[in-house]
Structures are given as C-alpha cells and as structure tokens.
C-alpha cells in the first residue's frame, strides 16, 4: 500500500493510497486529524462509499454495470436480466432468470389503498408528486416489509411499473389498469401505462431506454439514498427520498428541458442563432443535453439512445424535433467552441423524443427515470445492508458569525 503525505504549519500525517480496481487512486482521509476537514464542494473528489456495481470513466466515456458495457448490454440481454445483474453481481442463465421472473411477477400488485389514495389526489398534480405520496404510503405499511434484503429489494422494483403508470394515468384523468396475471416486466407496464398491449418495436425501444437508464454510480439521487438508507431507514423511505432527488430539474428533469429548448428553438434556420447564444457568456442561454457532469467524452449511452430515435421516428414522414435535433447536434459537432470545451451530447438529447414518440407525455419523463433506476437505487441499498455501511455524516466549512452573547 502506498501512502500520501500531507504537511501544514501544525501537523503531518501519512494517508493510506488505495488503488481502485478501475480509475483514480483513493487517498484515505479517515486517519486525518479530528480538528481539520477537507473541503470539496459538490463532492466532486469525494469518494464516500465503495460499490462494486457501476463504474464510469468519464475521460473514455465508457459505462459499465457489473463489468459490462452498457451498449453491450443493451444489444445482447433484456431489462429483466439487467435488474438480476445489478442486484446479484451475475449475468442470470435461463434457468435463474425463469425463477427471478416468476418471483417478480409475482409481486407486481400493491395494496387496495393505493387505489384509494391516489382517488384523493387531484388530476393536476405532477406525476412524481403523485408518485412519492404512494411510495410514503407504503413506506408507513409494515405489512409491506420483507425481513430478507433481497426480497425486499425484488418487492419494490416488481410495484414500480404499476405505482408510475398508476401516476402518470392519474394525471391525465384516467384509471388505473390491473392486469390479472403480469407476464412480463417491460411489456406489463406499458399494459398499465396505455392500457394496450405494445407494438414489438415499442416494447424492445422501451426495454433498453431502461437498460440504459437503470444505474450511473454515485449521482445525486443515489447518493440521497446512500444517506437516507444509511440511518436505518425502510427501504420505501430510502425510495421516497432518492425520488425527491431525482425530481431535481438538474437532474431527472434534464430530458424534458431538453424538449423545451428543442420547442423554443423551433426550425433548423435558428440553429446559428441559438448556438452564438449558448457561447455567449452574458446570455443566460443553456444548450440542453450538451456536457455532463462526469463525462469529458461521448456519453456511452447518447450514441443508443440516437440509434433508438431512428428505429422509432425514421419510418415516419414528418418528425421536425428529430430533424432539428439532428441538426443542432451536427452543427454543435462542428463548432470549434463545442470541440475545445468537449461538450458532446448526453443520454438526455434525445431520450425525450424517443419517449414522446412512444406515447409518454414530456410531464412523465422523470416518473419513466425513476422506473428505471430503481433497480440501480435497491442495489446500492442491498449493497449498503450487505456491508453494514455506518451512517453517513458529511461535515461543513462554518461561515457564519462567531458566538454572541445575548
């Protein structure tokens, strides 16, 4: 083990460097004095937890659940094997993955107050605001809980798809759908979304936009789990808390901005305009689904995401957001101010014409996330039971007045 040493006016203390089984080195600030703190706001190089479910190298733009490319995993397995492989560490056989479906199904229903609950929520609310108040509900429910983790775990991602479509369906006005035997993870929520079975282009496009949304490591709503789940909390209160973070515009909101800027642009012949405004530093202009917090390359997931918009939008004659989107993206491509700044497009650019072309209203797009993630979400909280993680308690750099006197 190699070691790092850091020296001030008052101590000097050797820190322990681990290196990661892939990407930076770790230096171990836990042996440093009680009476100092590091600072880094945004966590940026913060390390807080070790998992050993995701990996990002944003430097290569490479993604990679359990080992695996995510594109590769896309191309080659289904959302019901890549939910098996962020829990468990595996790619499940056919064998397995029959028992781990039949398990799911099997808790793919919720209880009758759900119903009555939603019945009480009035049509204009958000859909994710409908959506925390039926996860809060079951968080409160202790018949909900499972004493086994992983079982624990399979209940929460197998009631997503009715609890979302439950939401999404309330906000337009409409009832819920119950399907009397789910079948299958994908298919079975579109059921409950749109009360129809999918076409099979619908149900592959839709499969991977989950796959591709499913985990990213340490983001801001999984660190929120980390830390609600930390303290003990139900696993529902540790959901209902990660939604809340993904609620964020700057977070699970990202692709529905997009679609407004897309709307606000308009035509193709404004694409100069809009790209001088967006290199403008006095114009508050921001060129949506560009750059990534962690990515200084092509986001690994864009590039799919791209492919499934022309599998969904090619076959028809008139989509002019997918051809203004393709436009913007070519001159953005080309501009020497884009290239120097490695700005590229991220997996939000064009995830919400693809979902809007599939029948999901732009309100929806987040509630579609959090379907998604919550397979990354009860990984981490497994991962966090398994290891008996301590609770998470940041400190701060005070900045306010020095003790008064009354």
């Not at 094997?81 to 799911?104: A, D, H, M, N, W």
Request: glycine share 6%.
């Amino acid at each position: 083990m190699n070691h790092a040493k850091t020296t001030s006016q008052r101590f000097s203390v050797e820190l322990p460097v681990y290196q990661a089984n892939l990407g930076c080195a770790i230096l171990d600030g836990s042996g440093f004095p009680d009476n100092y703190y590091f600072q880094d706001l945004g966590l940026k190089h913060t390390s807080f937890c070790q998992s050993a479910i995701c990996y990002i190298d944003g430097a290569q733009g490479t993604l990679l659940y359990r080992g695996y490319p995510v594109e590769s995993l896309c191309r080659q397995y289904t959302y019901e094997s890549i939910i098996y492989l962020l829990l468990f560490g595996e790619l499940p056989s056919k064998r397995v993955l029959t028992t781990f479906t039949r398990k799911l199904h099997a808790d793919m229903s919720v209880p009758d107050y759900c119903y009555q609950l939603l019945e009480t929520l009035p049509h204009d609310h958000h859909p994710m605001g409908i959506l925390l108040t039926l996860v809060s509900a079951l968080s409160a429910d202790d018949t909900q809980l499972l004493d086994d983790p992983d079982d624990m775990a399979i209940r929460i991602i197998a009631q997503m798809p009715l609890l979302v479509a439950m939401s999404q369906r309330h906000a337009k006005g409409l009832p819920p759908v119950r399907i009397a035997k789910p079948t299958e993870y994908v298919e079975d929520f579109l059921i409950y979304l749109q009360d129809q079975r999918p076409s099979t282009l619908a149900h592959q496009v839709f499969d991977r936009i989950l796959t591709l949304h499913a985990e990213h490591e340490q983001n801001a709503s999984t660190c929120t789990l980390r830390v609600s789940g930390s303290t003990g909390t139900n696993a529902y209160a540790a959901l209902a808390a990660a939604l809340t973070a993904l609620w964020g515009p700057a977070h699970g909101g990202a692709n529905e901005a997009c679609m407004a800027m897309l709307e606000a642009i308009g035509t193709c012949d404004r694409i100069p305009e809009y790209i001088e405004k967006a290199k403008s530093k006095t114009d508050p202009f921001r060129l949506m689904g560009f750059g990534h917090r962690v990515y200084r390359n092509r986001d690994p997931r864009a590039d799919v995401m791209k492919s499934l918009a022309r599998d969904v939008l090619d076959h028809k004659q008139d989509e002019p957001l997918f051809r203004l989107a393709r436009s913007l993206e070519k001159r953005a491509l080309e501009d020497p101010y884009f290239i120097s700044h490695q700005l590229y497009p991220n997996v939000d650019y064009y995830s919400g014409i693809v979902q809007r072309a599939l029948g999901i209203d732009c309100q929806s797009f987040t509630t579609v996330f959090a379907l998604a993630r919550t397979s990354g979400w009860m990984s981490h909280w497994l991962e966090m039971q398994r290891d008996r993680t301590p609770i998470i308690r940041p400190r701060q750099h005070y900045i306010g007045p020095r003790q008064r006197d009354l």
